[in-house]
């Protein structure tokens, strides 16, 4: 990657309201050009705002809202060169595909913006977005007589004939079946690695944004919380919240307990401290890492097969947590005790207010540098 | 099926049957009535003994059924196609744009509606009569169109319940506000449009307090004035009266029979959920 | 649409906040304004004016027209011809409920239940008055109901009834006028019942069929109960329209007679304006139907919203 990549959209200090309740207060969030950026949150985080705002359904109460460069925060969604794939699809349901793609380019056209295209131009360029979506064949076909997936195609399709400065998608994954949404997120990717477009992507989906993005961001209540490749927001969460949020199953954090069964590695540390359960070992780990870590004894609650391995719920004084398990190794039966050792290579550390302020140890690094914390090595 | 609830279900055709007759009797009675001659007049045979075209013959001949009917339905069409045009963007403009207001608006549209409308004849009588309006079609649809608040008020709901993603997808693919008005949310509301068409233009049709004040010369009356005006002129001939009954009403019957399935659809449909 | 080639302001979509300054606050206002126009040109200025009108003496056409106050409400009040009115004003809206209400609920339920094939045929015929224009269907009646030669009193007589005077007997006459009003506007109360019933739920009626209840069971514990709000609905239309549903028959077949038995305020607002040209007065009975009227409406709204409710 670049070190300084092109801007291909950035909010910037944007505030929106609705009524009195604030959305957002003052939100940054920079997509690159050429990048899959996926925006990811739960439900009411002000992700899909952020996207409306971009794409001119709404238009922001302070702040400015750039696109390649240039401030578009008052111009309306038909200036400014963008196209939105929604949850819903929103195919017109009273014209056919070939309508449906062609309808903002002939919109364009009669409106005779320069640039825009001719009708041959437009049959050809609607042509070439059905094959590239493997649409052939369902031209004439009108919405209702389409499956899921080739719904999606086809509001895919709709965005990519119009060749855009920027693609917006909106928890499009979100109404096909799990199957097809595994499929789709692969076509996606390979989707915007062939048009190398710069795209926006919302979901509140951990496992899309982790396996499309080639940078993420998290947002919480209003808030970026993160920003960075998904392999960084993994392994460094920026805070208690992202490093639970990301990641299945998600991570155990704790706070620096008194509670019997709850030992603290020696050495420095901070207020809360957080493992990801493939990293938790049953007993026997803890004599070969020498004492070093985090240790954790309380009584097996629960066993659930995840597949290869399976996921143990442990639950002691100081609380509960879950950690990774190969299925076919022997493990204690529910209600019996055990040890957990988690070693101190694998920890995450937060302060009070859930801010990270190292990984792993010996030395928690100083507070005002938590991105590239971490003097041990990173996970795997 | 068992015994008692054959019964029951032909008890009930039974019933309905005859409230069927009931209603069909009228018009029914009318074409007999019209085909007699003045002595079988008396008669009381559903089917003529003797069956006569004269009724029909003499009537014509100061009848102006066509003009009457031409007049009727060209005003009920532009009133419907008017009312509609305004009840549409309306609607739309009160649910497309929040805008301090457009509460009030649709509570006054909403009050409008149950105005009667014999509290308000003696104003808009002096209105139409200050604009010159008596005795055209002008003035005889202009205060019609107040009937749009209706419209406004069915259709509200409707495009208030139009999928929101729909019409942002529009606005994305470069479409101004009318370009989404008339192309994206008019051609998926059709069927409530057409039920609304047929509402509007058999309101009109059925008009008669108006047109009895603004269209009482024969040039510009609707049926309804014209058969009464026909009825004061004929007095007691019943066999010309029945015929000019049924020959304005042929038309109607008429396209109702061919579109009834259609009409009764767009009511039960339109308005059932 | 001159409306609709200007460019749309962004923030004035629904939803969105800081709206450009100076730019499209017109808009909406220019959707809305035709129907707005229409409806206070033709309904709330006339409204006013008939308010104004009801305090002066004028003959529609003359060039006098002095103030006199509340002089015509004196008059109307003590016009016996009002208080005739507004008595059968209440019997229309009363004697309406069976032929606009309770038949049309009965046949629908009928037509839905055990109508099969039949059941677009009887909708068709039963429909259709409603598409006739009142006043031929009023005139047909009128022959029908001929006091000679009516096919009315020839089958009354055939079982033995002596002929009545239907339209010109003072007893009789209103309910001769209800019964062709009521002919009109059952279709319309069947339509929308059937409408209702077809929106149905279907399960709860098939779980009830499956619990061994017969129809007549279904139709009293389950139809009824969901159709409430429907029947309340034309209850309401049929107590607050009635009268006025009643106006072409009245003005056809009787013209308010025989001596003010089938007048009502609606008709006798009509023969103030245009039999008597006394604006004056027309417009002070125009104002009061007006008032009497909202209150109904509005009391009827309250009454229907709670029961409505408690279902």
């Known amino acids: ?337 055990v040890e957990v050792h988690v070693p101190r290579d694998r920890l995450h550390w937060f302060d009070d207010s859930g801010t990270r302020v190292g990984h792993g140890g010996p030395a928690p690094p100083p507070v005002d540098r938590p991105a590239r914390a971490g003097g041990a090595p990173s996970g795997p | 099926m068992t015994v008692r609830e054959l019964r029951a279900t032909l008890s009930a055709h039974a019933l309905v049957v005859l409230v069927c007759v009931f209603s069909a009797l009228p018009v029914v009675w009318a074409v007999s009535t019209s085909f007699k001659g003045p002595a079988a007049i008396f008669a009381p045979d559903l089917v003529p003994a003797d069956p006569t075209l004269d009724n029909y013959r003499a009537t014509l001949a100061t009848f102006p059924v066509a003009r009457l009917v031409l007049n009727t339905g060209a005003v009920a069409a532009a009133v419907a196609a008017l009312q509609l045009l305004l009840a549409v963007l309306a609607a739309y403009g009160l649910v497309r744009f929040r805008f301090r207001g457009g509460p009030v608006v649709l509570t006054a549209l909403a009050a409008a509606i149950i105005v009667p409308q014999q509290c308000l004849i003696v104003p808009n009588y002096l209105l139409a009569a200050q604009m010159g309006w008596i005795d055209t079609y002008v003035g005889l649809a202009a205060p019609q169109l107040a009937g749009c608040a209706l419209g406004v008020l069915l259709l509200h709901q409707h495009v208030r319940a139009f999928p929101r993603s729909l019409l942002d997808a529009a606005q994305i693919d470069g479409a101004g506000h009318a370009t989404v008005l008339w192309r994206i949310v008019v051609p998926n509301l059709r069927p409530v449009l057409v039920a609304l068409a047929v509402l509007f233009f058999i309101t009109s049709w059925n008009e008669y307090l108006w047109p009895l004040l603004v269209a009482s010369g024969t040039e510009r009356a609707t049926v309804q004035v014209g058969l009464q005006a026909f009825q004061t002129e004929q007095g007691n001939d019943w066999g010309r009266m029945m015929a000019a009954a049924v020959l304005v009403t042929a038309p109607v019957l008429l396209a109702y029979g061919l579109a009834q399935r259609w009409i009764v659809a767009a009511f039960v449909q339109g308005t059932g959920r | 649409m001159t409306s609709t080639t200007t460019a749309a302001p962004p923030g004035a979509d629904r939803g969105s906040g800081a709206r450009p300054a100076g730019t499209g606050a017109a808009l909406p206002w220019l959707h809305v304004a035709p129907a707005l126009g229409v409806v206070v040109l033709w309904v709330y200025l006339p409204l006013l004016a008939t308010l104004a009108l009801s305090f002066f003496r004028w003959n529609l056409t003359g060039d006098e027209r002095p103030f006199v106050g509340l002089d015509n409400y004196a008059a109307l009040l003590g016009d016996p011809a009002f208080a005739r009115a507004a008595g059968n004003t209440l019997i229309y809206a009363l004697g309406l409920l069976p032929l606009a209400v309770l038949l049309p609920l009965a046949v629908a339920i009928l037509v839905w239940n055990r109508g099969g094939r039949l059941r677009q045929a009887y909708r068709t015929i039963l429909f259709a008055p409603v598409i006739l224009p009142p006043v031929v269907g009023a005139v047909m009646w009128q022959w029908l109901l001929h006091p000679l030669l009516g096919v009315v009193n020839l089958a009354l007589g055939g079982i033995g009834v002596g002929p009545q005077n239907w339209l010109g007997d003072r007893d009789l006459a209103i309910w001769s006028v209800i019964v062709v009003t009521g002919w009109k506007v059952f279709g319309l109360g069947f339509l929308i019942f059937s409408a209702a019933l077809s929106g149905l739920e279907r399960n709860q009626i098939e779980a009830a069929r499956v619990d061994g209840a017969t129809e007549g069971e279904i139709t009293r514990a389950i139809v009824l109960p969901l159709l409430t709000p429907t029947i309340l609905l034309m209850t309401f239309l049929t107590v607050t329209l009635g009268a006025q549903w009643a106006f072409s028959a009245v003005h056809v077949l009787t013209q308010g007679g025989p001596a003010g038995a089938t007048d009502n305020l609606y008709y006798l607002l009509y023969r103030y304006a245009f039999g008597y040209f006394d604006t004056g007065t027309a417009s002070a009975l125009a104002v009061l139907v007006f008032a009497g009227f909202a209150v109904l409406a509005l009391a009827q709204l309250r009454l229907t919203d709670r029961l409505g409710h408690d279902r």
């Open chain 1, 1 to 337: 990657m670049s070190a300084v990549p092109r801007v291909g959209a950035r909010l910037l200090g944007v505030v929106k309201r609705y009524g009195t309740t604030g959305v957002l207060d003052g939100l940054d969030l920079e997509v690159p050009e050429g990048a899959f950026m996926v925006l990811v949150g739960p439900s009411g985080c002000g992700k899909t705002t952020c996207l409306r705002l971009l794409a001119g359904l709404e238009h922001p109460d302070g702040g400015r809202v750039e696109i390649a460069g240039r401030d578009v925060s008052r111009e309306p969604a038909r200036d400014r060169d963008v196209a939105m794939v929604f949850q819903d699809f929103a195919l017109y349901p009273h014209m056919t595909v070939e309508a449906n793609v062609a309808f903002g380019l002939r919109l364009r056209s009669r409106r005779r913006r320069a640039g825009s295209p001719d009708a041959p131009e437009i049959d050809r360029r609607v042509a070439d977005a059905l094959r590239l979506l493997e649409l052939d064949g369902l031209e004439r076909r009108r919405p209702a007589q389409l499956s899921g997936g080739q719904r999606q195609r086809v509001a895919l399709a709709r965005a990519i004939v119009r060749r855009p400065r920027l693609f917006l998608l909106d928890e499009p994954l979100s109404n096909l079946d799990a199957q097809l949404r595994g499929q789709t997120r692969a076509e996606l990717v390979r989707l915007h690695r062939r048009l190398s477009a710069t795209m926006l992507y919302v979901t509140h989906d951990q496992v899309e944004a982790l396996s499309m993005a080639s940078r993420m961001a998290v947002m919480d209540r209003g808030a970026v919380l993160q920003v960075g490749s998904p392999r960084e927001v993994y392994e460094r969460p920026a805070t208690v919240f992202v490093a639970r949020f990301v990641g299945s199953p998600p991570m155990n954090v704790h706070a620096l307990t008194d509670r019997p069964g709850f030992t603290p590695p020696v050495g420095p540390r901070s207020a809360q401290v957080g493992w990801r359960p493939p990293h938790g070992q049953l007993s026997a780990g803890w004599a070969a890492a020498g004492r070093d870590g985090l240790r954790l004894s309380g009584r097996l609650d629960t066993a659930e097969l995840l597949g290869e391995d399976l996921l143990l719920g442990v639950a002691g004084p100081w609380g509960r947590a879950g950690l990774l398990h190969p299925a076919g190794a022997p493990h204690p039966a529910p209600g019996e005790p």
